[in-house]
């Protein structure tokens, strides 16, 4: 059975930080682009960051580079996300996902995506 689990939201202050920890299980994790997304109430789901199992390369939506940076280690399985400089606007609820579509500098699709965590919320205030 393959399972995703997050953790690590919460409630914090803006231009506060969290780090997301995303845990895999039941798959070959190495083989796995792991990414990022958010949903905001009320909102649709977008990619926040996602990183390939090929080459370590990373991609950012446009409203969180330079504050947020992603990571993975493969020996334990897990992809972080690091979070600074947080804004109200970043509130939503976090889910990580996994995607054999993993390529050097290619960033799967949100439908490219297999596997999903249950997801944790973040909540910003102002």
């Known amino acids: 059975e393959v399972q995703l689990v997050e953790s690590g939201g919460g409630l914090v202050q803006a231009g506060g930080s969290l780090r997301l920890s995303c845990a895999a299980s039941?798959?070959?994790?190495?083989?796995?682009?792991i990414g990022w997304f958010r949903q905001a109430p009320g909102k649709e789901r977008e990619g926040v960051s996602s990183?390939?199992?090929?080459?370590?390369?990373?991609y950012y939506v446009d409203s969180v580079k330079g504050r947020f940076t992603i990571s993975r280690d493969n020996a334990k399985n897990t992809v972080c996300l690091q979070m600074n400089s947080l804004k109200p606007e970043d509130t939503a609820v976090y889910y990580c996902?996994?995607?054999?579509?993993?390529?050097?500098?290619?960033?799967?699709?949100?439908?490219?995506?297999?596997?999903w965590g249950q997801g944790t919320q973040v909540t910003v205030s102002s």
């Open positions: 996902a996994a995607s054999a579509y993993s390529a050097s500098w290619y960033f799967p699709l949100e439908y490219e995506y297999a596997y």
């Open positions: 990183i390939s199992s090929v080459d370590g390369s990373t």
């Open positions: 039941g798959i070959t994790f190495d083989d796995y682009a």
